[in-house]
């Protein structure tokens, strides 16, 4: 898998001390699960251990803060550190109320498109049309069950217009180099009636979101020790 892996150490010596990184818990939306899993190991980050959602509560963003609470107090004790990857995921600001109660932090941006493309990068994609419909890596190894089987549309195309008729494109945002999933996006893109455009993102702002999470050492070499308790 292609990607753009951070290599960075797991900690480091602080003034000559050995500062052994805390215990973390990522937990993150299924939908990640294999670009998490990647760079965990790619970069030997021994001490994050990863909790994944179900992706298709993508489907009733509703259930989404409560589940993550549960996650979060089930985690408490266990680790210094809990961090969430997930973006607000149409849970319109409930899960950061969440957040804010339970005191921890989660990537920035609104949904996985935008931490992937970077923010500014997604903005001017949305900016230039509004009318975009986006797909990640993910998004397109599981087109025909999320979309197709989920939305019905196998049993009754007449409501692609419905569901797609305000779209104009469709913007592959590819995490890997990989020929096989860009010849199914472009397949998506014709079976919704939409021009089809592919940018590469690599990992995004989830790598650098992991690096920091990944991180021993605060600004002067002290590791956080908060515990959420």
């Not at 197709?148 to 592959?172: M, T």
């Amino acid at each position: 898998m292609a990607g753009n892996a951070i290599h960075s150490a797991d900690a480091g010596p602080a003034d000559g001390v050995y500062v052994p990184p805390p215990p973390t818990l990522l937990i993150a939306c299924g939908a990640l699960a294999h670009e998490i899993v990647w760079l965990q190991r790619a970069n030997a980050w021994r001490h994050l251990t990863v909790a994944c959602l179900p992706a298709h509560l993508h489907n009733t963003p509703s259930l989404i803060p409560e589940a993550v609470r549960r996650k979060i107090r089930g985690g408490r004790g266990r680790f210094s550190r809990i961090l969430v990857l997930y973006g607000d995921c149409g849970t319109g600001g409930l899960l950061d109320k969440v957040l804010a109660e339970e005191q921890v932090e989660r990537i920035a941006g609104p949904h996985c498109y935008a931490f992937f493309a970077g923010l500014p990068a997604f903005d001017a994609l949305h900016d230039q049309e509004p009318g975009t419909f986006y797909l990640t890596d993910y998004l397109t190894r599981h087109f025909h069950r999320l979309m197709i089987e989920g939305l019905g549309l196998d049993k009754h195309p007449e409501l692609l217009k419905d569901y797609f008729g305000n779209y104009k494109r469709l913007v592959f945002l590819a995490q890997t180099e990989d020929e096989a999933l860009t010849r199914r996006a472009k397949a998506a893109a014709q079976r919704l009636g939409l021009s089809f455009e592919r940018r590469f993102t690599g990992f995004g702002d989830l790598a650098q979101f992991l690096d920091k999470a990944a991180s021993a050492e605060g600004e002067h070499g002290r590791a956080d020790r908060r515990l959420l308790a």
